[in-house]
């Protein structure tokens, strides 16, 4: 079995397994907690329904800190949006969704997917050079600079093998999906799961104020 094949198969396989089995064993953790007696009323009836909105309207910072925030709200940003392009948006990611789900799209023109790849990248060293730059701001752990190697590997090894750079071109494509099977078995144990965690952080943070009767 060669490097490539050892890297499409069993490696990218398990990763996934992986990948479900502790996005679901961490989302049902959060689930099963117990919480105590709700011994107050809300000030208004439909407290804890305005409480959800935060989800979505605390997407963007509050006019208060966006002066703070701004360059690393938008790089973020920036990041997220480009980084799905070339994930949903190339051919031979749309055909691995393809194999594992059935479901397939129009894919987009290479230099497209390629533009994407560079601006993703780009904005991921512009992040972790500010982090590095503001180490007081941050207060940055181990996590935090593996789960950038994580995120920043496929990017980088998905750039080398489009352009053919280093080793031939299959040896670079199992490097490629190496580096994904590792983001994928990685992410439900470090801070990538933040995809699913602040839609309950925030839930939560918009439950109480509402409680409260802030207004959000």
Known sequence: MTLLDYARGP????????????????????????????????????????????????????????????????????????????VIGIVPHIEFIQGLTGASWPGLPNGVGVACGIIAL???????????????????????????FVVAMPLVTGLMAFAHLGPRYETLLALHILAAALFFAWFPFGKLMHAFWFVFSRAQSGIAYARKGVQI
């Open 11 to 86: 490696v990218i396989q398990a990763a996934l397994v992986i990948m479900i089995a502790g996005i679901i064993w961490r989302l049902l953790g959060v689930l099963v907690l117990t919480r105590a007696a709700d011994l107050s009323r809300p000030r208004d009836a439909f407290g804890n329904f305005k409480g959800y909105r935060t989800v979505f309207s605390r997407a963007w910072p509050s006019s208060e800190f966006l002066t703070a925030t701004r360059y690393q709200t938008v790089m973020a940003y920036v990041f997220h949006l480009a980084t799905l392009v070339v």
């Open 122 to 148: 780009a904005s991921l060293v512009a992040l972790i050079m500010r982090r590095l730059t503001k180490p007081a701001v941050y207060c940055s752990t181990w996590g935090d600079y593996f789960a950038w």
